[in-house]
């Protein structure tokens, strides 16, 4: 079964409204969390690594005020796109690592349309 | 800084035939793990296969194998009696084995397997 589930799989959301997009580690308490934007066709983009507990840290030219990462509990990372823009329109991923470090678990995804 | 890269944006195979997938990556660690995952229509990412660099013995999964070449810094993936449900994007990633575990894909490479 699903080792992380993403939550919604799809929303669509007018200019300038904030949308929330959740995943939650199902299997194990994830102490880190990875989210990534892909663009279509192309690869996946590493946006943030959420870390349970402290601040996320942001890969460069990552908008942190834009792109709000809470990771408050073992199970639980949400990304809160904020002001949303029709730029902002993407395919977003989240991922967790297994209790060895050594595998990545994604979410489904969740496809934003920003109108 | 590490890098993936992917030379071949789109191949396509018959059914039951084999393909190879090109993949290089540069780095100047001496161990980490290599991965191929893959995408599928519904865009969940699915691990393929996985190497770790102090092995020397390729990593073999059913129908998919990999050509480790440390040296070369080469990761090819071979997928033998190709199946419809092979049909899908193919991303090669690279990850340390400390520090904080970040991914590195490449830029994909689209499968299609024909009837």
């Known amino acids: 079964g699903a080792v992380v589930s993403q939550h919604p799989s799809w929303v669509i959301c007018k200019s300038g409204t904030s949308v929330k997009i959740e995943c939650r580690s199902l299997?194990?308490?994830?102490?880190?969390m990875f989210w990534y934007r892909q663009f279509p066709k192309q690869s996946l983009m590493l946006m943030a690594t959420s870390n349970e507990g402290s601040k996320a840290t942001y890969e460069q030219g990552v908008e942190k005020d834009k792109f709000l990462i809470n990771h408050a509990s073992l199970t639980l990372s949400t990304l809160t796109v904020t002001s949303a823009h029709p730029e902002d329109s993407s395919f977003y991923i989240c991922s967790e690592l297994d209790r060895a470090d050594t595998e990545a678990f994604f979410g489904q995804g969740t496809r934003l349309t920003v109108v | 800084a590490q890098t993936v890269t992917q030379s071949q944006p789109e191949m396509s195979v018959q059914e039951a035939e084999t393909v190879t997938l090109s993949c290089t990556y540069d780095?100047?660690?001496?161990?980490?793990?290599l991965f191929w995952y893959k995408q599928p229509p519904s865009r969940q990412m699915i691990l393929v296969i996985r190497?770790?660099?102090?092995?020397?013995q390729n990593a073999t999964e059913n129908r998919f194998s990999v050509n480790f070449q440390k040296a070369a810094k080469s990761f090819s993936l071979k997928i033998s009696d190709s199946q419809l449900g092979d049909t899908a994007m193919y991303f090669c990633a690279f990850r340390t084995t400390s520090g904080t575990y970040k991914y590195i894909f490449g830029t994909g490479t689209r499968l299609k397997v024909l009837a």
């Open positions: 299997d194990f308490q994830a102490t880190t």
């Open positions: 780095t100047s660690e001496n161990n980490y793990y």
């Open positions: 190497q770790e660099a102090y092995k020397q």
